[in-house]
């Protein structure tokens, strides 16, 4: 069992940047592929960007490729997100989710295949 609490959320204007981080509980975060996904108001849950458990490999959505850069420290058991450039299509409630089971192979993309996730921070980009 892992606990996921994200921060770092806000409200900027086209072009800023923000940080967020997803700090995790226990002991065995570094056995989790983690990764971030976001849901805008009347949209379906997407992802956005993943990492694998030893931090080495990542894979990022075509829309967010190039602006956020994903992120983790496996001592402070913590996953972060980068996102510069930010696009009001940006805005959305952004969840990090901890992922035991998957192997590296396409799957990491899949929400289904994550057991855990945060409650999610609200972030908001102003044109």
């Known amino acids: 069992q892992v606990q996921l609490v994200e921060s770092g959320g806000g409200l900027v204007q086209a072009g800023g940047s923000l940080r967020l981080s997803c700090a995790a509980s226990?002991?065995?975060?570094?056995?989790?592929?983690m990764g971030w996904f976001r849901q805008a108001p009347e949209k379906e849950r997407e992802f956005v960007a993943a990492i694998s458990r030893a931090g080495i490999r990542k894979r990022y959505a075509d829309s967010v490729k190039g602006r956020f850069t994903i992120s983790r420290d496996n001592v402070k058991n913590t996953v972060y997100l980068q996102m510069s450039s930010l696009k009001p299509e940006d805005t959305a409630v952004y969840y990090c989710?901890?992922?035991?089971?998957?192997?590296?192979?396409?799957?990491?993309?899949?929400?289904?295949?994550?057991?855990?996730w945060g409650q999610g921070t609200q972030v908001t980009v102003s044109s």
């Open positions: 989710a901890a992922d035991p089971n998957t192997s590296w192979d396409g799957g990491e993309a899949e929400a289904g295949n994550y057991d855990y």
């Open positions: 226990g002991r065995t975060f570094s056995t989790y592929i």
